[in-house]
């Protein structure tokens, strides 16, 4: 679909960082502004109509300097907002980005980290800080976020808002799979050619490796699992601050325990009660609090045994497996 139909060329390279166009997908600048367009055109971000060109949606989410300018995509800029404590009643702040989405990308994870907190890590005589969420998993939500967005919901776009305790990063339109299958499905998007391009330029993971990645650094900086929800018209991911897991509900080590099951799964190994344990930083003489929860997860059919008639050093399996 056209944003913007009729322009003449010096038009179109004063609407689209071209520029970074061409710096992204490592490719030289040609030597005439007459063949900017041709070359963008190879990847539909503009299509020559006569004389005239026309800048295609694709092109806009991309590279506008200014996506207010493109009445089809302009709520779609993603929107940052920060929360004094852990609701919306009171807003520190309020962002909404103006760049596309590959031009502004890189500036908007290093905004979204900067408004994180931190966490002061002593190693030896070494003090230094650590982000409460690893960047990993910020880069990957928020790529995902804006890929398998719903684009034909107009009114809407990505919302990433941070609270003390958690951050929950938002887009339109439900999700095309089973949220409980998002570890270890290949994905689905709504929008291939704009996920196609977001993967060249390298700003979201290779096909279906995204969100095992995610879980993976989760478990490395030891936070309680991420919550996948899906409505009619969202997604959301929310990525929980550091608990104790005395105080997480059984909800809580539930979703964990099945997601590390998938995790090692996924990874040609099986979850047993020693990786459990390591995953939760229990200690080997309080193995029973592991198996409690391996139980309640097994009671709720999200795992199984991985050989029934084995109960010492059981293995354990995601259900679908």
């Given at each position: 679909?056209v944003?913007?139909?009729?322009l003449?060329?010096?038009?179109?390279?004063?609407?689209?960082?071209?520029?970074?166009?061409?710096?992204?997908?490592?490719?030289?600048?040609?030597?005439?502004?007459?063949?900017?367009?041709?070359?963008?055109?190879q990847?539909?971000?503009?299509?020559?109509?006569?004389?005239?060109?026309?800048?295609?949606?694709?092109?806009?989410?991309?590279?506008?300097?200014?996506?207010?300018?493109?009445?089809?995509?302009?709520?779609?800029?993603?929107?940052?907002?920060?929360?004094?404590?852990?609701?919306?009643?009171?807003?520190?702040?309020?962002?909404e980005?103006?760049?596309?989405?590959?031009?502004?990308?890189?500036?908007?994870?290093d905004?979204?980290?900067?408004?994180?907190?931190?966490?002061?890590?002593?190693?030896?005589?070494?003090?230094?800080?650590?982000?409460?969420?690893p960047?990993?998993?910020?880069?990957?939500?928020?790529?995902?976020?804006?890929i398998?967005?719903?684009?034909?919901?107009?009114?809407?776009?990505s919302?990433?808002?941070?609270?003390?305790?958690?951050?929950?990063?938002?887009?339109?339109?439900?999700?095309?799979?089973?949220?409980?299958?998002?570890i270890?499905?290949?994905?689905?998007?709504?929008?291939?050619?704009?996920?196609?391009?977001?993967?060249?330029?390298?700003?979201?993971?290779?096909?279906?490796?995204?969100?095992?990645?995610?879980?993976?650094?989760?478990?490395?900086?030891?936070?309680?699992?991420?919550?996948?929800?899906a409505?009619?018209?969202?997604?959301?991911?929310?990525?929980?601050?550091?608990?104790k897991?005395?105080?997480?509900?059984?909800?809580?080590r539930?979703?964990?325990?099945?997601?590390?099951?998938?995790?090692?799964?996924v990874?040609?190994?099986?979850?047993?009660?020693?990786?459990?344990r390591?995953?939760?930083?229990?200690?080997?003489?309080?193995?029973?609090?592991a198996?409690r929860?391996?139980?309640?997860?097994?009671?709720?059919?999200?795992?199984?045994p991985?050989?029934?008639?084995?109960?010492?050093h059981?293995?354990y399996?995601?259900?679908?497996?």
């Open positions: 679909m944003a913007k139909k009729g003449e060329l010096d038009e179109v390279l004063e609407l689209l960082d071209f520029s970074s166009y061409f710096t992204l997908t490592g490719q030289q600048l040609p030597s005439k502004k007459e063949n900017f367009l041709d070359v963008m055109a990847d539909g971000l503009v299509v020559k109509d006569g004389l005239k060109y026309d800048i295609t949606n694709l092109g806009a989410l991309l590279f506008a300097k200014n996506v207010k300018v493109f009445e089809t995509i302009k709520r779609k800029a993603v929107r940052v907002i920060q929360y004094k404590g852990k609701n919306r009643v009171e807003t520190v702040k309020e962002q980005g103006g760049l596309g989405y590959a031009v502004g990308f890189t500036r908007l994870i905004y979204i980290n900067n408004q994180l907190p931190s966490n002061e890590e002593v190693t030896k005589a070494l003090r230094k800080e650590r982000k409460m969420y960047e990993i998993a910020i880069r990957e939500l928020v790529a995902n976020a804006l398998h967005q719903d684009l034909s919901v107009r009114g809407a776009g919302i990433v808002e941070i609270f003390t305790d958690r951050i929950e990063i938002t887009n339109p339109g439900a999700p095309l799979i089973d949220v409980d299958r998002f270890d499905h290949s994905p689905q998007s709504r929008n291939e050619d704009l996920a196609s391009f977001m993967r060249r330029i390298k700003i979201c993971e290779e096909r279906g490796s995204g969100i095992d990645k995610v879980i993976f650094h989760i478990e490395l900086f030891q936070l309680p699992a991420p919550r996948f929800e409505a009619d018209k969202f997604t959301k991911v929310i990525l929980y601050a550091p608990a897991l005395s105080s997480m509900k059984k909800e809580d539930i979703r964990a325990c099945y997601q590390h099951s998938c995790l090692k799964f990874s040609n190994d099986k979850m047993s009660n020693t990786s459990l390591e995953r939760f930083a229990i200690k080997t003489e309080n193995y029973p609090m198996s929860i391996i139980a309640d997860t097994v009671k709720a059919g999200l795992i199984k991985d050989n029934p008639e084995q109960r010492k059981a293995k399996i995601p259900f679908w497996a």
